[in-house]
């Protein structure tokens, strides 16, 4: 099954710096990447993905990169604000199994205003 | 946008009896769905796939005769925690699969939650 590894655990950034995240998996198959964004007690939410065919893809604040030959992929929030504050989980995973997510272990981002 | 319909959002219950979570998908018809816990300041867990009208499929460690799973209908599963413990007590999320999304590729859509506490 797929390892996946999440760095940093907990990120305190101040607000308008940008924020990074790096998730590392084992599965060589793998070729979805997501990144969802969870507050406390709520579900989990979909904020960016990108396929195994894209190296990089953006959407306003926030980018994905994707590097498949090192098996790793970062999620880059910038001008962060005070409401990103949140757990970050990555989820790659494989088409065959698509749904089936193996979360990393989560990063809890604080921005501080 | 495909919607999911996780209930209760929270239970309370007494050690040894059983609570059943429901997880419906309103406006699409949910193929697979997945069924996963999250305790305190964790991430979430996978426990189990159900597909409609099969076993579900439970990953390793997790007890099928504690944490019972139907997935009677397209747009129906229910997890049901039998004789429930202490620690038991986590927030269980549903996950459904199924519909289009924007790219063709089947939609993954979370339920809300629910936040189990044993006494």
């Known amino acids: 099954g797929e390892n996946v590894e999440q760095h940093p655990s907990t990120l305190s950034v101040q607000e308008g710096d940008s924020a990074v995240i790096k998730c590392t998996y084992s599965?060589?198959?793998?070729?979805?990447f997501p990144w969802y964004k969870q507050e406390l007690g709520k579900r989990p939410q979909l904020i960016i993905d990108?396929?195994?065919?894209?190296g990089e893809k953006k959407d306003q604040r926030i980018a994905v990169t994707l590097n498949k030959t090192a098996k790793h992929f970062s999620l880059h929030i910038t001008e962060t604000q005070p409401e990103d504050s949140a757990v970050y989980f990555c989820?790659?995973?494989?088409?065959?199994?698509?749904?089936?997510?193996?979360f990393g272990q989560g990063t809890i981002l604080t921005v501080h205003p | 946008g495909a919607v999911v319909s996780q209930h209760p959002s929270r239970v309370i219950c007494k050690s040894g009896t059983s609570v059943k979570i429901e997880c419906r998908s309103l406006?699409?018809?949910?193929?697979?769905m997945f069924w996963y816990r999250q305790f305190p300041k964790k991430s979430l867990m996978l426990m189990a796939t159900?597909?409609?009208?099969?076993?579900?499929?439970?990953e390793q460690g997790v007890e099928k005769d504690k944490f019972l799973i139907n997935h009677a209908s397209l747009t129906l599963s229910t997890l049901t925690v039998t004789s429930a413990h202490p620690e038991d007590s986590s927030f269980y999320i549903c996950?459904?699969?199924?519909?289009?999304?924007?790219?063709?590729?089947?939609?993954?859509?979370f339920g809300a939650g629910s936040r189990l506490t044993v006494l």
């Open positions: 599965d060589s198959a793998s070729n979805y």
């Open positions: 406006d699409f018809q949910a193929t697979t």
């Open positions: 989820a790659p995973q494989g088409w065959t199994s698509y749904g089936k997510l193996t």
């Open positions: 996950s459904a699969r199924g519909g289009s999304g924007r790219s063709g590729a089947n939609v993954l859509t």
């Open positions: 159900s597909n409609e009208g099969s076993k579900a499929t439970y």
């Open positions: 990108i396929r195994s065919n894209v």
